[in-house]
């Protein structure tokens, strides 16, 4: 399988369930050998900085990348360096599947929370989702609806739901492997929250702002 090869069929009228679709999509990324990956972190940053969106955000929210996730590593240390403000995503500690937005700067420390993902020390430097100018969300599999598949937890799209309601603030970007594109619309939910772009080694896709409604049909193009 190359590279650019969507890894997965799926429709939303099939049987397959989204359970059984983020274990496929799962699965393929995990096949991703360190090489591989590494090569696909790097060509990822060189693919964000070329985006406006990238280019105009003074702030900045990523997640910090594990197991076979594109490493976000690269896009870190370039933000840093053009003068971003970077925040992580952080566990709220008492309302469960929600987060709040810390802080990140250089040097400073981590810890790995029960999901196993490494978050900074929840600090009173945060910011409210909606104050964000742009943020790099994780995803298992999207669609060229500008639909996301993410772990099953809520977290990004109970954050980001005022989304839903039109506000289109922050701009919503998901970084991939070129495999995780799934070749047919992805199963939703009424609570899912579409992503306005997404970013992959090898291209990045823009969508239509009207798509908040999970609506049908591909409305897409490709960002050069």
């Given at each position: ?27 393929e990324r995990q096949r ?115 639909r996301r598949l993410g772990?099953?937890k809520g977290f990004y ?68």
């Amino acid at each position: 399988m190359t590279s650019s090869s969507p890894v997965f069929k799926s429709d939303q009228h099939s049987h397959n369930t989204r359970r059984q679709i983020r274990q496929q999509a799962l699965q393929e990324r995990q096949r991703l050998s360190f090489y591989q990956q590494k090569k696909a972190a790097a060509a990822l940053c060189r693919q964000l900085a070329k985006l406006a969106v990238y280019q105009q955000a003074r702030s900045i929210a990523l997640y910090l990348s594990s197991r076979s996730e594109i490493g976000t590593r690269p896009v870190l240390e370039m933000a840093w360096r053009d003068g971003k403000t970077c925040y992580v995503p952080v566990i709220h500690p008492w309302r469960p599947h929600h987060m709040v937005f810390v802080r990140y700067q250089r040097g400073q420390r981590v810890v790995r929370n029960r999901w196993g993902i490494d978050e900074p020390a929840l600090s009173a430097d945060r910011v409210k989702p909606w104050q964000l100018d742009l943020v790099l969300v994780p995803l298992v599999a999207f669609d060229l609806n500008g639909r996301r598949l993410g772990m099953g937890k809520g977290f990004y799209d109970r954050a980001f739901e005022f989304r839903q309601r039109g506000v289109r603030k922050p701009v919503l970007l998901g970084l991939a492997h070129d495999q995780q594109l799934a070749t047919c619309s992805l199963p939703v939910t009424h609570w899912d929250v579409n992503l306005d772009r997404v970013a992959t080694p090898s291209r990045a896709y823009c969508f239509n702002s009207v798509l908040r409604a999970n609506r049908s049909g591909q409305h897409h193009s490709q960002e050069r």
